[in-house]
């Protein structure tokens, strides 16, 4: 990414934190090279994600989105493709196709950032994980992958508002863990989703 | 600028370094492991901080103070509704306490409205916020978060806003000199926190609400309200008043202050915090030093309005 859209993305999270406060909450930095996920209530929490990162941290992590949402409409398009470089999924393809080109961008070294759930809950706690975390680090035994929880959001911006509230949001993020000991597929799962919940109720974090 | 003004200005100036120079000194003495003294720097250092903006824009006139005013409204009320637990279903009456509620109540003081201005929060937001929570379809507490909202706005909005809005009244032989007062009443209310924080610290030994506010005694409050009151009193030159008529506002401004900060204490703890948020350090949030201002603002307001308009 060239500076003059790196500028552009550091004024638009600059603006975010000046609405959401966006600060962090973490017993110690996320991992260098690590898979961010995370609860997700608004159109915000890329942005707020992103604004809660370091600079350095930032500059090596994509935002993971669902296609259709970000290809409808110049402005969205642009600032998906130029200022936050979004990794984009075909959310109709379904199953391992729609997985390539995140690990594409993990074998080239950026962190992503993803939701599991798919889509937005308008509630405080996240609902049940789809299954492409799962897949995507079955065989990657050694890839950190770090739960985030933001707080108030759904408050902030629930689904059709159209201005998101200035209440302050912050971002807490727990202790990376890894698809390394042969779990099926509900037990990573409900592991990692455990882990966004343990955050919302302050226990990890703080 | 009048020559009351220049001199409450330097007043201030020379507590803040005469303060400083005692923060430095303890600074020295403690090598920097005291927690009680690093903080009393970080609120001194602060301190400056509030003086500079507010005094500025005192100097830079009354629509200057308005915005700064209703920036703190703002970030007051922020505060209080990240901590308080509404629902996703409360986003209209939020959008209103913070899109509508704000800017029109500092409008209205820009434009002198003094009628609408008065009635504005508690005749229409009232019903607008209300309204809004029925229609949002969500009865899970509706009570509780409907009025956690209202107080929220008229701590927040209502109450602050009667503290700039001393420069709207047309004071007896008092022109042009507002300011003085809306001076006279911020000193007042902070250097009362402060001289209570002060003297509880040196003398506190009784406490005065344990459960609500356990770091307050009836040594600070005493000492520190008594202060403040007759330095209220001397103070009479930048005022419209005489020296007892001064000392009896400044009581006022005291009592108030004092248990308008005992409610927010308490309300602060019923949400389970501490602070009301970290954007001031040292301090907590605005909210922490707005506390006393919001129930002591509209009874002043009313009492120059009453007696010297």
């Known amino acids: ?206 | 600028m009048s020559e009351g003004f220049v001199a409450i200005g330097l007043l201030l100036l020379g507590i803040l370094v005469v303060a400083s120079a005692i923060g430095y000194a303890l600074h020295l003495r403690s090598e920097g492991r005291s927690d009680t003294v690093n903080n009393l720097n970080a609120r001194i250092r602060a301190w400056w901080g509030m003086a500079v903006v507010m005094f500025g824009a005192m100097l830079l006139g009354p629509t200057v103070t308005l915005v700064v005013f209703g920036f703190a409204s703002a970030m007051a009320l922020r505060e209080f509704l990240t901590l308080a637990p509404t629902r996703q279903a409360d986003y209209w009456p939020l959008f209103i306490a913070f899109f509508v509620a704000i800017p029109i109540q500092y409008v209205l003081l820009g434009m002198k409205w003094y009628g609408l201005f008065a009635v504005f929060i508690p005749v229409y937001i009232f019903g607008l916020i209300s309204f809004a929570s029925a229609l949002s379809q969500d009865t899970e507490s509706f009570f509780q978060r409907n009025a956690m909202i209202l107080f929220a706005v008229m701590v927040c909005v209502y109450g602050v806003s009667h503290a700039p809005g001393i420069l709207i009244l047309d004071i007896r032989g008092f022109a042009g000199r507002n300011v003085e007062l809306l001076f006279f009443f911020l000193f007042i209310v902070q250097l009362s926190d402060v001289l209570q924080y002060v003297f509880g610290k040196l003398f506190g030994k009784h406490k005065l609400s344990p459960k609500v506010s356990p770091s307050k005694t009836w040594e600070g409050l005493v000492g520190g309200g008594l202060s403040a009151t007759l330095i209220g009193g001397a103070l009479h030159v930048v005022t419209p008043f005489s020296f007892w008529v001064a000392t009896a506002v400044a009581l006022q401004i005291v009592v108030c202050g004092a248990l308008g900060g005992l409610v927010l204490s308490a309300v602060k703890r019923s949400l389970g915090a501490k602070d009301w948020g970290s954007s001031i350090a040292g301090h907590g949030g605005f909210m922490d030093r707005l506390d006393s201002v919001t129930f002591s603002a509209p009874v002043f307001f009313h009492i120059v309005r009453y007696f010297w308009t």
């Not at chain 1, 790196?6 to 962090?24: E, F, N, P, T, Y």
């Not at chain 1, 259709?68 to 936050?84: E, F, K, Q, S, V």
């Not at chain 1, 939701?115 to 975390?133: D, N, S, V």
């Not at chain 1, 890839?143 to 949001?169: D, F, I, S, W």
């Open chain 1, 1 to 206: 990414m060239n500076w003059f859209f790196q500028l552009q993305r550091d004024a638009l999270l600059a603006l975010v934190r000046v609405i959401v406060g966006a600060s962090v909450l973490a017993r110690q930095a996320p991992p260098a090279h690590t898979v961010i996920f995370s609860n997700h209530t608004s159109h915000l929490d890329t942005l707020v994600l992103l604004a809660a990162l370091p600079h350095a941290q930032r500059n090596r992590t994509r935002p993971v989105a669902a296609a259709d949402y970000w290809n409808a409409g110049t402005i969205r398009r642009y600032m998906a493709r130029r200022i936050l470089n979004v990794v984009m999924v075909d959310r109709s393809a379904g199953g391992a196709a729609a997985l390539v080109p995140l690990e594409k961008a993990l074998d080239e070294g950026w962190s992503l950032i993803v939701f599991p759930e798919g889509t937005r809950r308008q509630e405080r706690l996240p609902g049940p994980f789809k299954t492409g975390l799962f897949h995507l680090t079955k065989t990657r035994p050694a890839l950190a992958l770090t739960p985030a929880y933001l707080e108030n959001m759904y408050r902030v911006m629930p689904k059709g508002a159209p201005l998101p509230l200035p209440l302050l949001c912050r971002v807490r993020l727990g202790e990376s863990m890894r698809n390394d000991s042969g779990e099926d597929k509900d037990a990573f799962l409900s592991r990692a989703h455990a882990a966004v919940c343990e955050l919302a109720d302050g226990k990890a974090a703080a």
